[in-house]
């Protein structure tokens, strides 16, 4: 099943900034299209360096920055209509918690104008975007845009350091030949042959699950009975041992074909492109969470999923054929027999695949297949080994109604899915909990005998295996309860939603009041301090006002270049900084400073000046100075960007960028801190 094994997916393959590194991973230049002899289409093509993501012109509220185009108008000229992109790519982004139009390796935009004096020759505009890719996203940026009219080929746009944005990509600053390394000397770019094998990885890992599935799926009422009953047919009706064992495999392999050429089915049919973003919307996520409950229901025992009967019945007339025909319509039989116990891992392998995309759905299907079919062969050539088998019994529906449950949870985190996507708040982080707790716990209940099913056997004892599964869900079952008062829950924090989608974001019997109280907490933020939910960290998003705290109160003080559009941002605030150590130095050893790169709030008239990197250009927004900011000291525009510093703004080691890994993070944090001790 696709949740079942989902914590094997926790590993990702993507791949971290370099410290210390300026990226530019958009270059836009500009064209001219004559359409008649007063309308012209002004052309801005960007195009997008491999795994980044440019946003469209409209997105929701609280997401990543749109691109906005805006043109310099005079009386000799008028727009006609709006700036019109292409189609793009539309995803139900689980991150953003929205639906979300981005572009991907090119994208072309074009503005219509009319001309109201033929002398106009050049209009000049500029286009503000941001582009993410799948660990980092980084400030605004700002390009001057320039069109000639009496020109058809493209010209260059200036980009926002003042250079020409048609350069040859010999000059780009990722230098991917060169890649910059860490203080460890480790390298920390992924080159294109690092990206292949990240992929080939994905599909192993497909390839893994699947056969893992297809292992669990033989312990199903509809399947394991199947073994000794069509080994013994392929060995009783051979001529010898040998032919039996090569029936048998052949039998295998048909099951092999029949699976993979589903798998295969559902990409011509989708499209290897299309299915992961058919994955990731709200349609799919409500599709599939009905299906699961009615696998569940059906694992349970309220009734059975059969394909048509007749379906059966004119196989099974074609199985008897006899020959390699024969068996191939033995294989089909199987799978249409055992679709109400092998469909719902069908149907999640494929959904797990979908978030692979590609051939993955062909790999799962494969994977599953093999491990359904292995016994068969196997058996075939040892057929002594039958006698070993445990025989069917009572054991196999528990094993099925396990499931059902296991199906029933999975259930909810996709109805979780839709419900961050469109942001209902209708399956909060405490009601998902709940849930959990009710479904784990009446499993744990099943499991010591105290809740009986429609087709279970009598149980006149308890095994020691059913006893210690019961017993591991009933502990996994308390773990969850604190997670209701706030509690992270680490072990499952792939499941449930995040910790700010709560009705108590800051943990039960604790809320955030306008006065900048925390209830429970009679003591007055400093001026320009708020505290950071759900840790209630001290936190200050103006610079001067947190440096002159930290000199007040002795501490050093940590820049935390952010945004808040930057997903790694908050993977390390909910995955790393709840570390009892990392948390106990935010609080306690460091003064820490918020400065969010992609603010859109207006500066105030006297805080307005010229930006160094564009000169002519006026800073308007807190994000643009804070990006500045960082990149002309740092000479890096990406975040998350941490930097601890002393009173003196020097720094007291080496800053670091995304660090997922809460040791190697702590040790940078005790090493700031110390040095700044000394």
């Known amino acids: 099943m696709k949740n079942f094994f989902l914590s094997f997916l926790l590993v990702s393959f993507t791949w971290t900034a370099a410290k210390a590194q300026v990226l530019d991973p958009v270059k836009w230049t500009t064209s001219v299209e ?75 935009f074009r ?77 920390i770019l992924v080159t294109d042959k690092q990206e292949k094998e990240a992929d080939n990885t994905g599909l192993w890992t497909i390839f893994i699950l699947g056969i893992g599935a297809g292992f669990i799926a033989l312990f199903t009422p509809c399947v394991f ?69 009615i696998f569940a229901v059906s694992f349970l025992g309220a009734f059975e999923i059969m394909l048509p009967q007749s379906w059966a019945n004119k196989i099974d007339s074609k199985a008897g054929k006899g020959g390699y025909t024969g ?14 116990c092998t469909g719902p891992f ?83 982080r405490e009601v998902f909990i709940a849930i959990w707790i009710a479904i784990f716990g009446a499993l744990a209940f099943y499991l010591f005998g105290k809740i009986k099913l429609p087709h279970d056997s009598p149980l006149t004892h308890i095994s020691v295996g059913r006893l210690s599964l019961g017993l591991l869900v009933l502990s996994f079952t308390i773990y969850m309860i604190p997670g209701l008062w706030g509690a992270p829950l680490n072990l499952i924090s792939a499941f449930p939603p995040p910790l700010d989608y709560a009705e108590s974001p800051y943990g039960v019997g604790n809320s955030k009041t306008g006065g900048g109280f925390i ?8 001026d320009g301090a ?46 790393v900084w709840p570390n009892d150590q990392i948390l106990n130095i935010l609080k306690n050893e460091v003064v820490l400073i918020s400065l969010y790169v992609d603010d859109k709030r207006k500066l105030e008239d006297d805080e307005v000046v010229e930006s160094k990197l564009r000169p002519g250009k006026k800073l308007k927004y807190i994000g643009q100075k804070w990006s500045e900011f960082q990149t002309i000291k740092y000479k890096t525009n990406t975040q998350p960007f941490y930097v601890l510093m002393g009173h003196d703004e020097e720094n007291l080691n080496a800053p670091v960028g995304y660090t997922p890994d809460v040791d190697d993070y702590l040790e940078w944090m005790n090493e700031g801190v110390d040095a700044f001790k000394k």
């Open 346 to 428: 069908v149907g999640n392998i494929i959904v797990l695949s979908a978030t692979k995309g590609g051939l993955a759905p062909m790999i799962g299907m494969l994977g599953f297949s093999m491990a359904l079919a292995l016994p068969f062969g196997l058996f075939a050539a040892f057929p002594g080994w039958l006698n070993s088998l445990p025989k069917s019994g009572g054991w196999l529906n528990t094993v099925k109604v396990v499931l059902g449950f296991l199906e029933l949870a999975f259930a909810f985190k996709f109805l979780s899915q839709a419900d961050l996507v469109l942001q209902l708040h209708f399956l909060e």
């Open 530 to 575: 708020h505290l950071l939910a759900p840790h209630q960290i001290l936190a200050f998003n103006d610079y001067d006002k947190g440096l002159a705290y930290a000199k007040k109160v002795g501490k050093p003080v940590m820049l935390d270049f952010t945004g808040w559009a930057c997903v790694n941002c908050r993977k390390m605030e909910q995955n």
């Open 327 to 340: 068996i191939f319509f033995m294989a089909l039989a199987l799978a249409i027999v055992s679709f109400s």
């Open 225 to 293: 009975p199947l073994i000794p009953m069509t080994v013994s047919f392929f060995t009783k009706q051979s001529k010898n041992k040998a032919q039996g064992i090569k029936n048998a495999l052949i039998y295998g392999l048909c099951i092999i074909v029949i699976y993979v050429l589903l798998g295969t089915g559902v990409v011509a049919i989708f499209g290897a492109s299309a299915i992961n973003e058919f994955s990731t919307s709200v349609a799919f996520n409500l599709i599939f969470f009905f299906i699961l409950i």
């Open 111 to 187: 503005q219509r104008i009319k001309l109201l004096n033929n002398e106009l020759s050049i209009v000049k505009g500029e286009v503000e975007f941001m582009v993410c890719d799948d660990m980092r996203c980084l400030p605004p940026s700002y390009i001057d845009l320039s069109f000639d009219l009496t020109k058809t080929e493209k010209f260059s746009g200036t980009d926002s350091n003042g250079s020409d944005s048609n350069a040859s990509e010999d000059n780009n600053i990722i230098d991917f030949q060169n890649p910059v390394k860490t203080k460890n000397n480790k390298e």
């Open 34 to 108: 004559k359409i008649s002899d007063t309308e012209y289409d002004l052309i801005a093509k960007a195009k997008i360096d491999r795994g980044w993501h440019l946003y469209s012109q409209s997105v929701p509220d609280n997401g990543p920055i749109p691109t906005t185009f805006t043109f310099e108008t005079n009386e000799k000229f008028e727009l006609t209509g709006n700036t019109i992109e292409e189609e793009g790519r539309t995803i139900d982004d689980p991150v953003f918690g929205m639906r979300i139009k981005f572009f991907e390796d090119v994208a072309e």
């Open 519 to 526: 209830t429970g907490d009679a003591q007055e933020l400093p």
